[in-house]
């Protein structure tokens, strides 16, 4: 308890220590040393501990010790200068904050000291010479205010009052301001003389109100100027310059000049322009002192050709008087013509007649007389030309008809020259489209084209491809392909061909037959889509080829199965005698027609031979009594084709000399099963006859007309029944086929019952006394064919008869 009780009293003793202030009133100035006042005393402190607690001075917010202590006596003292100038300025209460610190235990004391002002500065002018110029023309009563004084002391001790030493011009008004602040003006009082007094002095006093009094002067210097009376005059009322507008800056364009007979600052000229506009205020510059105009822009003789400037003369104290600037712009060739297109007909149709106008060209040019004359022209080569018009405009027209086909589009050059010096030229493209006309039909690659094919072509099959070109565009240019109708062979040629509208390629519609027609042609038509359209025409030559498409046909003898046909050979033929002919036919042509002739099957191999290429059987030796009477031959008939076909037939021949030596036969002939055989062979029977008769009633018609003698013996001429030709048979020479017409000879002799027949020959034919003897009774009952059977009659009839045709 006893050690908390100590310490708050501690605690609250230091408390009261700190609170022990102590206040002083010092003037400013005192003396290194000087005793302020004892602090120890006033603080009732003990002198004896000071040292011992170690007490010092501190000064608050300054390194500056204005003050210490003596530690010996307990006096404060002086330590250092103070100036409550320095320290305050112009305030009215100066305080300068200190404090006395001591220790064991802590003590903190605050000391104020109030620093007193004491008039220790004058009053100071901030400059030591006042210059004035007055005019002596300036009335009384005029006023001229003065520079203050000032004093850095405060109060009474600050500037009281001013005095103006006597003269006889002026006197002195002094005023209070705000404040207690003083000023003081220069009042003119008599008018001045400057033939009298071109200049005089005045000392003007300030004082202050502390004691000491102290006080400042400063000198006024009065200079007197003239009256200025007389204004500036120019040598010239009006000024006039040309320029050219390329003219460069600071260019001189003219000197002004004027004078003034006043002497001194009246008689300095300035020069200045006067109400210039706001866009020609950077055009010219003008110096004041010596009146010379220069160029300070860039001159445009397009935008400004002329400038009027206003130019003044002053003196120093303001009078002027005026003079007119008036500059001419002269032109220079430094703007290019300018093209404008003020319409223009773009695209243009390629038939457009010859000076159509198309456009209209304008031309400017901002510059004047000669540098604004231009010519206008046109690039070479080009089906246009630049036709003057009304001032400055020209027409663009054309000077032949253009062709899109040749040129689809003009880049067409248009050059303007001025005629200035040097002179200037621009140029301009104008650009020009041609119009597509259907003017163009279609034009085939070839004036004629040719397919082959070969015959027994597929349907749908390509047989060539015809191109016509239309140099017109879009749908001008766009080519159709079509068949122009037509017929061929009583059927429309759409029903053998076709062609593809957008490509020109034909097709075979259905197979072709060269047995039928070899060739034929067509005309294709090529029209484009302009309006109208346009077209034209080629022909196109199809050549069908051959393809051995057709076997040999044997005319004679008879296919088996549709007659009995032998022939008799004497026995008393030699070798190489002709016994008989094969003869056929084939469809094709060419090598594919070209037959041989070969016996692949016979009774006595040795005995015949055939031609190879003419088809007649001869033998090849005599007739012995050891060679059989009856002789079957089987003769194949070959084309050449590729691969080759063939026809077969046989031939009987019987070696005798008289029919009544003919055995029977029945084994020779076929085994007729058919029971409708005999009504064909009635029908074909009568068919022979009536023919046979009719033919034999014409030949003597004939040579009755002719008024020639009947006789036993007559040549006739024997056609091949158009029946034993196949259709569409070709005739062909040296081919191995059969002619439509063959002549034979026949001969009659004088008995009633026997007839001498001459076979067919080329090189060689059986002689007359061996040729085959015997009735058609007697050919029936060597056949053994009886009177009352009508079938077997009539084919002998038939065979007989055919006999005799070939």
């Given at each position: 308890?006893?050690?908390?009780?100590?310490?708050?009293?501690?605690?609250?003793?230091?408390?009261?220590?700190?609170?022990?202030?102590?206040?002083?009133?010092?003037?400013?100035?005192?003396?290194?040393?000087?005793?302020?006042?004892?602090?120890?005393?006033?603080?009732?402190?003990?002198?004896?501990?000071?040292?011992?607690?170690?007490?010092?001075?501190?000064?608050?917010?300054?390194?500056?010790?204005?003050?210490?202590?003596?530690?010996?006596?307990?006096?404060?003292?002086?330590?250092?200068?103070?100036?409550?100038?320095?320290?305050?300025?112009?305030?009215?209460?100066?305080?300068?904050?200190?404090?006395?610190?001591?220790?064991?235990?802590?003590?903190?004391?605050?000391?104020?000291?109030?620093?007193?002002?004491?008039?220790?500065?004058?009053?100071?002018?901030?400059?030591?010479?006042?210059?004035?110029?007055?005019?002596?023309?300036?009335?009384?009563?005029?006023?001229?205010?003065?520079?203050?004084?000032?004093?850095?002391?405060?109060?009474?001790?600050?500037?009281?009052?001013?005095?103006?030493?006597?003269?006889?011009?002026?006197?002195?008004?002094?005023?209070?301001?705000?404040?207690?602040?003083?000023?003081?003006?220069?009042?003119?009082?008599?008018?001045?003389?400057?033939?009298?007094?071109?200049?005089?002095?005045?000392?003007?006093?300030?004082?202050?109100?502390?004691?000491?009094?102290?006080?400042?002067?400063?000198?006024?210097?009065?200079?007197?100027?003239?009256?200025?009376?007389?204004?500036?005059?120019?040598?010239?009322?009006?000024?006039?310059?040309?320029?050219?507008?390329?003219?460069?800056?600071?260019?001189?364009?003219?000197?002004?000049?004027?004078?003034?007979?006043?002497?001194?600052?009246?008689?300095?000229?300035?020069?200045?322009?006067?109400?210039?506009?706001?866009?020609?205020?950077?055009?010219?510059?003008?110096?004041?002192?010596?009146?010379?105009?220069?160029?300070?822009?860039?001159?445009?003789?397009?935008?400004?050709?002329?400038?009027?400037?206003?130019?003044?003369?002053?003196?120093?104290?303001?009078?002027?008087?005026?003079?007119?600037?008036?500059?001419?712009?002269?032109?220079?060739?430094?703007?290019?013509?300018?093209?404008?297109?003020?319409?223009?007909?773009?695209?243009?149709?390629?038939?457009?007649?010859?000076?159509?106008?198309?456009?209209?060209?304008?031309?400017?040019?901002?510059?004047?007389?000669?540098?604004?004359?231009?010519?206008?022209?046109?690039?070479?080569?080009?089906?246009?030309?630049?036709?003057?018009?009304?001032?400055?405009?020209?027409?663009?027209?054309?000077?032949?008809?253009?062709?899109?086909?040749?040129?689809?589009?003009?880049?067409?050059?248009?050059?303007?020259?001025?005629?200035?010096?040097?002179?200037?030229?621009?140029?301009?493209?104008?650009?020009?489209?041609?119009?597509?006309?259907?003017?163009?039909?279609?034009?085939?690659?070839?004036?004629?084209?040719?397919?082959?094919?070969?015959?027994?072509?597929?349907?749908?099959?390509?047989?060539?491809?015809?191109?016509?070109?239309?140099?017109?565009?879009?749908?001008?240019?766009?080519?159709?392909?079509?068949?122009?109708?037509?017929?061929?062979?009583?059927?429309?040629?759409?029903?053998?061909?076709?062609?593809?509208?957008?490509?020109?390629?034909?097709?075979?519609?259905?197979?072709?037959?060269?047995?039928?027609?070899?060739?034929?042609?067509?005309?294709?038509m090529a029209r484009d889509n302009g309006s109208p359209p346009l077209s034209s025409n080629v022909t196109v030559s199809v050549f069908i080829t051959d393809v051995n498409d057709n076997c040999p046909q044997i005319l004679y003898p008879a296919p088996e199965g549709s007659s009995f046909m032998t022939e008799l050979v004497p026995k008393a033929a030699h070798g190489g005698s002709l016994v008989s002919k094969v003869i056929a036919v084939d469809a094709d042509s060419g090598q594919n027609a070209w037959l041989s002739y070969h016996i692949v099957k016979s009774t006595d191999p040795g005995l015949f031979s055939i031609g190879i290429h003419s088809g007649e059987i001869r033998t090849q030796r005599d007739i012995s009594e050891s060679d059989s009477m009856?002789?079957?031959?089987?003769?194949?008939?070959?084309?050449?084709?590729?691969?080759?076909?063939?026809?077969?037939?046989?031939?009987?021949?019987?070696?005798?000399?008289?029919?009544?030596?003919?055995?029977?036969?029945?084994?020779?002939?076929?085994?007729?099963?058919?029971?409708?055989?005999?009504?064909?062979?009635?029908?074909?029977?009568?068919?022979?006859?009536?023919?046979?008769?009719?033919?034999?009633?014409?030949?003597?018609?004939?040579?009755?007309?002719?008024?020639?003698?009947?006789?036993?013996?007559?040549?006739?001429?024997?056609?091949?029944?158009?029946?034993?030709?196949?259709?569409?048979?070709?005739?062909?020479?040296?081919?191995?086929?059969?002619?439509?017409?063959?002549?034979?000879?026949?001969?009659?002799?004088?008995?009633?019952?026997?007839?001498?027949?001459?076979?067919?020959?080329?090189?060689?034919?059986?002689?007359?006394?061996?040729?085959?003897?015997?009735?058609?009774?007697?050919?029936?009952?060597?056949?053994?064919?009886?009177?009352?059977?009508?079938?077997?009659?009539?084919?002998?009839?038939?065979?007989?008869?055919?006999?005799?045709?070939?």
């Open positions: 308890f006893s050690l908390t009780f100590g310490s708050i009293f501690i605690f609250l003793w230091t408390l009261h220590s700190a609170y022990g202030d102590a206040s002083y009133s010092v003037p400013e100035e005192m003396k290194q040393g000087s005793v302020i006042g004892n602090i120890a005393k006033d603080l009732n402190l003990e002198v004896s501990r000071l040292s011992f607690r170690k007490g010092r001075i501190d000064t608050e917010g300054n390194n500056k010790r204005y003050c210490d202590i003596n530690l010996s006596k307990g006096d404060l003292i002086v330590t250092e200068r103070i100036d409550r100038e320095s320290l305050c300025g112009k305030k009215v209460s100066c305080i300068l904050k200190l404090e006395l610190v001591l220790e064991n235990p802590l003590e903190l004391h605050r000391i104020t000291l109030h620093i007193q002002d004491i008039n220790d500065n004058a009053p100071v002018f901030k400059n030591d010479i006042i210059k004035m110029e007055i005019r002596e023309s300036t009335e009384r009563g005029a006023r001229f205010s003065l520079d203050e004084a000032h004093d850095a002391d405060i109060g009474d001790n600050g500037v009281k009052g001013y005095t103006l030493q006597r003269n006889d011009h002026f006197v002195l008004s002094v005023d209070t301001k705000s404040g207690g602040r003083k000023y003081c003006e220069l009042v003119l009082e008599k008018k001045l003389d400057r033939e009298n007094d071109q200049e005089m002095n005045l000392l003007l006093t300030a004082v202050d109100g502390g004691s000491p009094q102290r006080s400042g002067t400063v000198v006024i210097h009065v200079t007197v100027l003239d009256a200025n009376d007389n204004a500036p005059v120019f040598s010239q009322g009006i000024y006039k310059a040309t320029l050219p507008e390329n003219s460069p800056v600071d260019t001189v364009v003219v000197t002004v000049s004027a004078t003034d007979a006043d002497e001194g600052v009246n008689s300095e000229v300035i020069y200045d322009l006067d109400h210039v506009s706001d866009e020609n205020s950077n055009m010219f510059s003008l110096d004041p002192k010596t009146g010379e105009v220069k160029v300070n822009g860039v001159l445009d003789y397009e935008e400004e050709s002329s400038y009027e400037l206003r130019i003044s003369a002053k003196d120093g104290l303001g009078l002027a008087s005026y003079s007119t600037l008036m500059i001419e712009i002269t032109d220079v060739n430094d703007n290019v013509p300018v093209i404008y297109l003020k319409s223009l007909t773009n695209p243009i149709p390629e038939n457009v007649s010859p000076g159509t106008e198309v456009g209209i060209i304008n031309v400017q040019d901002r510059d004047s007389e000669n540098n604004q004359q231009v010519r206008c022209s046109i690039q070479q080569n080009v089906p246009f030309k630049l036709v003057p018009s009304i001032k400055n405009y020209y027409s663009l027209v054309t000077t032949s008809k253009v062709d899109r086909e040749l040129a689809s589009n003009y880049n067409i050059t248009i050059t303007a020259t001025d005629e200035g010096s040097p002179p200037l030229s621009s140029s301009k493209i104008v650009q020009l489209s041609v119009a597509d006309v259907n003017d163009n039909p279609p034009v085939f690659e070839e004036q004629s084209y040719s397919a082959y094919v070969t015959e027994n072509n597929k349907p749908g099959s390509t047989l060539c491809s015809v191109t016509a070109r239309d140099p017109d565009w879009r749908q001008n240019g766009t080519v159709i392909y079509s068949l122009l109708p037509g017929e061929m062979n009583g059927a429309p040629v759409s029903s053998y061909l076709s062609v593809n509208g957008d490509t020109g390629v034909i097709h075979a519609v259905r197979p072709f037959d060269y047995e039928q027609f070899r060739s034929f042609k067509v005309q294709v009856k002789q079957n031959l089987v003769v194949a008939v070959k084309d050449n084709g590729q691969p080759s076909l063939s026809a077969t037939c046989s031939m009987y021949l019987l070696i005798s000399d008289n029919l009544a030596e003919v055995p029977e036969l029945k084994d020779m002939s076929y085994d007729e099963s058919n029971s409708k055989l005999t009504s064909y062979l009635i029908v074909a029977l009568v068919s022979v006859s009536t023919f046979f008769l009719t033919f034999i009633i014409i030949i003597l018609g004939l040579r009755f007309c002719r008024r020639r003698k009947p006789r036993l013996l007559f040549d006739g001429a024997v056609t091949i029944p158009s029946a034993y030709l196949p259709p569409n048979y070709a005739e062909v020479d040296g081919t191995g086929t059969l002619r439509s017409t063959y002549n034979y000879d026949t001969y009659l002799t004088t008995g009633s019952r026997t007839s001498d027949f001459k076979f067919v020959r080329y090189d060689n034919s059986l002689p007359a006394d061996q040729t085959l003897k015997k009735s058609p009774t007697d050919f029936a009952d060597a056949f053994g064919v009886s009177e009352g059977s009508p079938e077997v009659g009539v084919s002998l009839f038939f065979k007989t008869s055919s006999f005799l045709f070939c």
